[in-house]
Antibody, heavy 119, light 107 residues
Framework: EVQLVESGGGLVQPGGSLRLSCASSGFTFSSYAMSWVRQAPGKGLEWVSA????????YYTDSVKGRFTISRDNSKSTLYLQMNSLRAEDTAVYHCAKVRHGGDVFDIWGQGTMVTVSS | AIQLTQSPSSLSASVGDRVTITCRAS??????LAWYQQKPGEAPKLLISHASNLESGVPSRFSGSGSGTDFTLTISSLQPEDFATYYC?????????FGGGTKVEIK
């Protein structure tokens, strides 16, 4: 079964850091680009970042550039999101998502991990 | 960045109704548009890619169309399990963007 399981969320103060992880199973992880998508409470979906299968190319939405870093360990089939200088507006459920070949659509999603930025 | 505007933001409909949701892009592109369904407490589910390609296992009552700046998702006969929030997403270029969502509620 193809599966993505996120972890690492929690409560953090403004200016703090968190590292999210996304463990994958059921597919050849290194063959696929991966992405993070977040959803603030009661709000819509917002794409955050993406990373090619090799890890050589990264993409970020403007609001997280310079603060978040996406990475992957293909030997562990795991995706990461290092989040620094966190702000209240980063509060959201963070989903990792598998990117399908032939178009950057998200065909497999994890259930998400909640990040709350508050003092 | 390409902005996607969905309309309506919410709608009330009855089982059996035909429902149409529109997604308008701030700049045109060919067919790099997807539709997702999200139910409360669940992760989104991919319904349609490339504007009109129905995902395997998705009921045929769902269909997508459009190109350029105007895209539509149609549910031909609304079923109880279709009450959810629907999002469009463009993958023509980065940054990838989503529409604001359309919540389909029971009338």
């Amino acid at each position: 079964e193809v599966q993505l399981v996120e972890s690492g969320g929690g409560l953090v103060q403004p200016g703090g850091s968190l590292r999210l992880s996304c463990a994958s199973s059921g597919f050849t992880f290194s063959s696929y680009a991966m992405s993070w998508v977040r959803q603030a409470p009661g709000k819509g979906l917002e794409w955050v970042s993406a990373l090619t299968g090799s890890g050589s190319t990264t993409y970020y939405t403007d609001s997280v550039k310079g603060r978040f870093t996406i990475s992957r360990d293909n030997s562990k089939s795991t995706l990461y999101l290092q989040m620094n200088s966190l702000r209240a507006e980063d509060t959201a459920v963070y989903h990792c998502a598998k990117v399908r070949h032939g178009g950057d659509v998200f065909d497999i999603w994890g259930q998400g991990t909640m990040v709350t930025v508050s003092s | 960045a390409i902005q996607l505007t969905q309309s309506p933001s919410s709608l009330s409909a009855s089982v059996g109704d035909r429902v149409t949701i529109t997604c308008r892009a701030s700049q045109g592109f060919s067919s790099a548009l997807a539709w997702y369904q999200q139910k409360p407490g669940e992760a989104p589910k991919l319904l349609i890619s490339h504007a009109s390609n129905l995902e395997s296992g998705v009921p045929s009552r769902f269909s997508g169309s459009g190109s350029g700046t105007d895209f539509t998702l149609t549910i031909s006969s609304l079923q109880p399990e279709d009450f959810a929030t629907y999002y469009c997403q463009q993958f023509n270029n980065y940054p990838l963007t989503f529409g604001g969502g359309t919540k389909v509620e029971i009338k």
